[in-house]
C-alpha cells in the first residue's frame, strides 16, 4: 500500500495551491480519503473527508468554503483544492486511506502560507 501526497509550497497568504494524493496496492475506490494536517507544536487534525463513492464529504470548521476534496477512481487519485490560504493553513498535509478498520499514511506534503 502507497500513499504519495504532491503539490506543496509556499504561497502567499489569500493564494492557492492543490494537493494531490496518488494511491496504490489496494482497491482505491472502497476506501475512505482524509487529507490530515499537523502545524509545529500542535495536534495532527482532520481538514476533509470524503466516502467511497464521492458522494458525501465532510469538512474542518476552519476549512469549510476554502477548501474542496475530491476523488478521481479511475485515477486512484483525491485532490484537495485550496483557496483564500492563511497563515494558519501552514502545516504539514497528510493522506490518509481508511480500509475496514486499517488506516494507510502518505509521507506527507508541506504548505506554507507566508508573505
Known amino acids: 500500500v502507497q500513499l504519495v501526497e504532491s503539490g506543496g509550497g509556499l504561497v502567499q497568504p489569500g493564494g492557492s495551491l492543490s494537493l494531490s494524493c496518488v494511491v496504490s496496492?489496494?482497491?482505491?475506490?472502497?476506501?475512505?480519503i482524509t487529507w490530515y494536517r499537523q502545524a509545529p507544536g500542535k495536534e495532527r487534525e482532520s481538514v476533509a473527508t470524503?466516502?467511497?463513492?464521492?458522494?458525501?464529504?465532510y469538512y474542518a470548521d476552519s476549512v469549510k468554503g476554502r477548501f474542496t476534496i475530491s476523488r478521481n477512481n479511475a485515477e486512484n487519485a483525491v485532490r484537495l483544492q485550496m483557496t483564500n490560504l492563511k497563515p494558519e493553513d501552514t502545516a504539514l498535509y497528510y493522506c490518509?486511506?481508511?480500509?475496514?478498520?486499517?488506516?494507510?499514511w502518505g509521507q506527507g506534503t508541506q504548505v506554507t502560507v507566508s508573505s
Open positions: 490518509n486511506a481508511k480500509i475496514g478498520f486499517t488506516y494507510y
Open positions: 496496492g489496494f482497491t482505491f475506490s472502497t476506501s475512505t
Open positions: 470524503i466516502t467511497p463513492s464521492g458522494s458525501s464529504t
